[in-house]
T-cell receptor, first 113, second 113 residues
Framework: GENVEQHPSTLSVQEGDSAVIKCTYSDSASNYFPWYKQELGKRPQLIIDIRSNVGEKKDQRIAVTLNKTAKHFSLHITETQPEDSAVYFC????????????FGTGTRLQVTL | GAVVSQHPSWVICKSGTSVKIECRSL??????MFWYRQFPKQSLMLMAT?????????EQGVEKDKFLINHASLTLSTLTVTSAHPEDSSFYICSAYKTDTQYFGPGTRLTVL
């Protein structure tokens, strides 16, 4: 099955700086890659996603890039704010069951003042 | 929209009792729902895939007789933790699948005494 690795596990940045979280996946047939943000005790919320026919997608301060050849994708957050502090999970779709997702281990982002 | 609710939000029970958790898609029909378990500071671990009108598909290592899943309608899936024990204490989250994306419920925190 699909295997997703995520780095770093923790990330601390100063307010206003950029943050980058990277994920790699194992199955080249995966074609959908969402990113979720989870605040403590809350549900994961979809913040951005990308499909395999696109190399980059941007939504205001958030962007995701996908390199299919290398099988990795990254989340970029610019001009970070304290409210960006949370745990971020990447995921990759399961080629065998399109609706199923395999999640990365998560990155705890701390934005300091 | 894609709103998913979960009930109860938290539950405390005695060891040996059973607990039922409901997951509802409020504004869309979901033929597929997922149940996850999340331990503190860990990622989402898929327990099972729930398909409306058919038996759930369990992930390896998840006891189907202990975690009973019923998906009787297009908007409701239930997870029953039978004969709960302290090691079953966790955060249980459901998601509903819509248009390539999973939308998560708010989670249920189960504490077994």
């Amino acid at each position: 099955g699909e295997n997703v690795e995520q780095h770093p596990s923790t990330l601390s940045v100063q307010e206003g700086d950029s943050a980058v979280i990277k994920c790699t996946y194992s199955d080249s047939a995966s074609n959908y890659f969402p990113w979720y943000k989870q605040e403590l005790g809350k549900r994961p919320q979809l913040i951005i996603d990308i499909r395999s026919n696109v190399g980059e997608k941007k939504d205001q301060r958030i962007a995701v890039t996908l390199n299919k050849t290398a099988k990795h994708f990254s989340l970029h957050i610019t001009e970070t704010q304290p409210e960006d502090s949370a745990v971020y999970f990447c995921a990759a779709s399961d080629p065998g069951t399109a609706s199923k997702l395999t999640f990365g281990t998560g990155t705890r982002l701390q934005v300091t003042l | 929209g894609a709103v998913v609710s979960q009930h109860p939000s938290w539950v405390i029970c005695k060891s040996g009792t059973s607990v039922k958790i409901e997951c509802r898609s409020l504004d869309f029909q979901a033929t597929t729902m997922f149940w996850y378990r999340q331990f503190p500071k860990q990622s989402l671990m898929l327990m099972a895939t729930s398909n409306e009108g058919s038996k759930a598909t369990y992930e390896q290592g998840v006891e189907k007789d202990k975690f009973l899943i019923n998906h009787a309608s297009l908007t409701l899936s239930t997870l029953t933790v039978t004969s709960a024990h302290p090691e079953d204490s966790s955060f249980y989250i459901c998601s509903a699948y819509k248009t390539d994306t999973q939308y998560f419920g708010p989670g249920t925190r189960l504490t077994v005494l």
